[in-house]
Protein backbone atom coordinates (compact mmCIF):
# COMPACT_ATOMS: atom_id res chain seq x y z
CA UNK A 1 0.00 0.00 0.00
CA UNK A 2 1.32 3.44 -0.80
CA UNK A 3 2.35 5.08 2.39
CA UNK A 4 0.11 8.23 1.33
CA UNK A 5 -3.19 5.96 1.06
CA UNK A 6 -5.41 6.27 4.41
CA UNK A 7 -6.70 2.82 5.41
CA UNK A 8 -10.44 2.59 6.82
CA UNK A 9 -8.82 1.75 10.43
CA UNK A 10 -6.94 5.04 10.05
CA UNK A 11 -9.87 7.19 9.43
CA UNK A 12 -12.13 6.02 11.89
CA UNK A 13 -9.49 5.68 14.45
CA UNK A 14 -9.06 9.73 13.66
CA UNK A 15 -12.88 10.51 13.37
CA UNK A 16 -13.05 8.80 17.14
CA UNK A 17 -13.09 11.86 18.90
CA UNK A 18 -15.17 14.07 16.81
CA UNK A 19 -18.16 12.19 16.75
CA UNK A 20 -20.54 14.82 17.15
CA UNK A 21 -18.42 17.54 13.84
CA UNK A 22 -19.94 17.53 10.95
CA UNK A 23 -17.76 15.16 8.46
CA UNK A 24 -17.23 17.47 5.09
CA UNK A 25 -15.45 15.18 1.99
CA UNK A 26 -13.41 17.45 -0.31
CA UNK A 27 -12.86 16.88 -3.94
CA UNK A 28 -12.48 18.91 -7.23
CA UNK A 29 -11.82 21.89 -4.77
CA UNK A 30 -14.82 21.82 -2.84
CA UNK A 31 -17.32 20.58 -0.51
CA UNK A 32 -19.72 17.38 -0.75
CA UNK A 33 -23.13 18.57 -0.43
CA UNK A 34 -24.71 18.57 3.28
CA UNK A 35 -27.19 16.02 2.44
CA UNK A 36 -24.17 13.22 0.64
CA UNK A 37 -25.30 10.04 1.76
CA UNK A 38 -22.67 6.61 1.90
CA UNK A 39 -24.17 4.37 -0.74
CA UNK A 40 -22.38 1.64 -0.69
CA UNK A 41 -19.14 -0.05 1.68
CA UNK A 42 -18.03 -2.90 -0.15
CA UNK A 43 -14.66 -5.08 0.70
CA UNK A 44 -12.73 -6.62 -1.73
CA UNK A 45 -9.66 -9.09 -2.07
CA UNK A 46 -7.43 -8.82 -4.81
CA UNK A 47 -4.57 -10.62 -6.95
CA UNK A 48 -3.17 -9.26 -10.06
CA UNK A 49 0.06 -9.51 -11.94
CA UNK A 50 1.69 -6.38 -13.08
CA UNK A 51 2.74 -5.15 -16.20
CA UNK A 52 6.06 -6.57 -15.58
CA UNK A 53 4.50 -10.21 -14.47
CA UNK A 54 5.15 -9.48 -10.64
CA UNK A 55 2.18 -10.74 -9.06
CA UNK A 56 0.40 -8.61 -6.26
CA UNK A 57 -2.35 -9.06 -3.94
CA UNK A 58 -3.71 -6.60 -1.44
CA UNK A 59 -7.14 -5.92 0.28
CA UNK A 60 -9.10 -2.58 -0.28
CA UNK A 61 -12.11 -1.18 0.77
CA UNK A 62 -14.70 0.82 -1.29
CA UNK A 63 -16.56 3.89 0.40
CA UNK A 64 -18.81 4.89 -2.23
CA UNK A 65 -20.06 8.82 -1.86
CA UNK A 66 -23.41 10.48 -3.90
CA UNK A 67 -22.69 13.88 -3.30
CA UNK A 68 -26.36 15.10 -3.90
CA UNK A 69 -28.07 17.61 -1.40
CA UNK A 70 -30.97 16.16 -0.17
CA UNK A 71 -30.29 16.13 3.35
CA UNK A 72 -30.52 18.79 6.08
CA UNK A 73 -28.52 21.94 6.24
CA UNK A 74 -25.47 20.55 7.59
CA UNK A 75 -22.72 17.77 6.86
CA UNK A 76 -23.32 14.00 8.21
CA UNK A 77 -22.02 13.57 11.78
CA UNK A 78 -18.40 12.16 12.14
CA UNK A 79 -19.97 9.42 14.49
CA UNK A 80 -22.76 8.66 11.92
CA UNK A 81 -20.39 7.94 9.40
CA UNK A 82 -18.53 5.87 11.98
CA UNK A 83 -21.41 3.96 12.77
CA UNK A 84 -22.43 3.01 9.26
CA UNK A 85 -18.71 1.82 8.95
CA UNK A 86 -19.70 -0.39 11.98
CA UNK A 87 -22.53 -1.82 10.58
CA UNK A 88 -21.35 -2.52 7.35
CA UNK A 89 -18.32 -4.45 9.57
CA UNK A 90 -20.87 -6.86 11.27
CA UNK A 91 -22.59 -8.26 8.02
CA UNK A 92 -18.91 -8.08 6.08
CA UNK A 93 -15.52 -8.76 7.27
CA UNK A 94 -13.67 -5.18 6.57
CA UNK A 95 -9.55 -5.55 7.09
CA UNK A 96 -8.96 -2.02 9.27
CA UNK A 97 -5.63 -2.05 7.17
CA UNK A 98 -6.96 -2.39 3.70
CA UNK A 99 -6.36 0.07 1.39
CA UNK A 100 -9.10 2.91 1.58
CA UNK A 101 -10.54 4.08 -1.89
CA UNK A 102 -13.94 6.69 -2.52
CA UNK A 103 -16.14 6.16 -5.21
CA UNK A 104 -17.62 9.27 -5.81
CA UNK A 105 -20.55 10.88 -8.04
CA UNK A 106 -23.24 13.29 -8.14
CA UNK A 107 -25.60 11.27 -9.72
CA UNK A 108 -25.13 12.74 -13.31
CA UNK A 109 -21.09 12.64 -13.72
CA UNK A 110 -19.62 9.06 -13.89
CA UNK A 111 -18.00 7.84 -10.51
CA UNK A 112 -14.33 8.09 -9.99
CA UNK A 113 -12.02 6.79 -7.57
CA UNK A 114 -10.19 8.81 -4.83
CA UNK A 115 -7.85 8.40 -2.39
CA UNK A 116 -8.01 10.64 1.24
CA UNK A 117 -5.68 12.20 3.05
CA UNK A 118 -5.37 12.35 7.22
CA UNK A 119 -8.53 14.04 8.42
CA UNK A 120 -8.07 17.38 9.64
CA UNK A 121 -10.42 19.67 11.92
CA UNK A 122 -11.10 22.90 10.03
CA UNK A 123 -13.06 25.13 12.54
CA UNK A 124 -16.33 22.97 13.60
CA UNK A 125 -15.72 20.52 10.96
CA UNK A 126 -13.56 17.15 10.02
CA UNK A 127 -12.53 17.57 6.73
CA UNK A 128 -11.22 14.82 4.43
CA UNK A 129 -9.33 15.83 1.26
CA UNK A 130 -10.49 13.68 -1.44
CA UNK A 131 -7.30 13.33 -4.85
CA UNK A 132 -8.22 11.08 -7.92
CA UNK A 133 -6.36 7.78 -7.72
CA UNK A 134 -4.02 7.84 -10.33
CA UNK A 135 -2.65 4.93 -11.95
CA UNK A 136 0.91 3.80 -12.22
CA UNK A 137 2.95 0.94 -13.08
CA UNK A 138 4.47 -0.65 -9.99
CA UNK A 139 7.56 -1.95 -11.55
CA UNK A 140 8.28 1.19 -12.73
CA UNK A 141 7.39 2.14 -8.66
CA UNK A 142 9.73 0.19 -7.44
CA UNK A 143 12.41 0.46 -9.69
CA UNK A 144 12.40 4.51 -9.28
CA UNK A 145 12.11 4.05 -5.24
CA UNK A 146 15.24 2.17 -5.70
CA UNK A 147 17.10 4.71 -8.10
CA UNK A 148 15.87 7.92 -5.64
CA UNK A 149 19.40 8.33 -4.19
CA UNK A 150 20.86 7.86 -8.01
CA UNK A 151 18.17 10.37 -9.97
CA UNK A 152 18.13 7.67 -12.87
CA UNK A 153 15.20 7.40 -14.84
CA UNK A 154 12.85 3.98 -15.90
CA UNK A 155 13.60 4.69 -19.45
CA UNK A 156 17.55 3.67 -18.79
CA UNK A 157 17.84 1.01 -15.89
CA UNK A 158 21.06 0.01 -15.43
CA UNK A 159 20.20 -3.43 -16.18
CA UNK A 160 19.73 -1.76 -19.89
CA UNK A 161 16.07 -4.07 -19.43
CA UNK A 162 12.86 -1.79 -19.44
CA UNK A 163 11.12 -1.96 -16.44
CA UNK A 164 7.85 -3.00 -17.92
CA UNK A 165 8.85 -6.33 -19.54
Same mark, same amino acid.
Given at each position: ????D??????L?????????????????????????? #?EV?A? $??S???C? +????S?S???? $???????GG??H??????? +??????????????A??? #???????????E???? #?Q?A???? #?????L &?P?P +???K???????? $??????S? &????S????C?
Amino acid at each position: MDPSDLSIGDLLDALAAHKDKPLVFRYDGRPVKPGYHV #TEVKAG $QFSALDCG +ANPESWSEIFV $QLWDVDEGGPVHMPAGRFA +AIIRKVAYHVALDPAARL #TFEVSDGIRPMELHRA #TQPALVGG #TVEVEL &SPRP +ASCKPRDRWLED $QKAAGASC &SAPASGKACCS
